[in-house]
């Protein structure tokens, strides 16, 4: 049993956070938070909670759409022959195990469908050393290269992720984006399909047999 805790012992630290990329990111934008002066005490970490929760409703719409938007055009050529291409001309969304990402990669696989992702950002620098064009100006430049990485990588994980799935793939940190569009048109000018025919059954009693030599 646990000593009764006096009344002014400090509260006690939340459990630590399951997802440490996630758990670190929160810490940074509570102590940014704090630094400016947004949030005191113990409310900064229910603040950084509700403003990620609202944020994360509004990116999951987003995805939502973008991946029906997808599927219809999968259905709209899925009854033509040979292999068909599909360009997602987009800023890319997150991978997070959601059903639709899943089902979208399934209908263009029997569709004989190929995703390409387009990221339309192009080229990115990272932040530099404390610009006006940097956000969060006042936040020292590695934590700024260190959330500047985080958002490279995760913001379009998932469209790669489809993109590769579909047999497609992805034309990221490139303001050259004709030599990605030729790039996939080269590649759907020369598609293999592979089949399989099954041998004819042996006549009874004649002794043939099939097999590899």
Known sequence: MQPDRPDSAPAAEPPPEA???????KERVKLRWKTASLCTGTSCDGMVRAQAAELDTRRQGRTRLTLQTVRRGIEAFA???????????????????????????????EANAA???????GLEA???????????????????SVMRFEESVFESAGAEALAEETGGFSVRHTNDLAAGFERIAQESRVFYLLGFYR???????????????
């Open 79 to 109: 009854g033509l022959h040979g292999r068909k291409s599909l360009l997602l001309l987009s800023e890319g969304f997150l991978q997070d195990g959601a059903k639709e990402l899943r089902e979208v990669a399934a209908a263009a696989r």
């Open 19 to 25: 997802n440490p990329v996630g758990g670190s990111i």
């Open 115 to 121: 995703v390409y992702f387009i990221d339309v950002r």
């Open 199 to 213: 041998p004819r059954a042996s006549r009874p009693g004649s002794g043939a047999s099939c097999g590899s030599r």
């Open 126 to 144: 990272l932040p530099g050393g404390g610009s006006a064009a940097d956000s969060e100006p006042t936040t020292d430049p590695r934590t700024r």
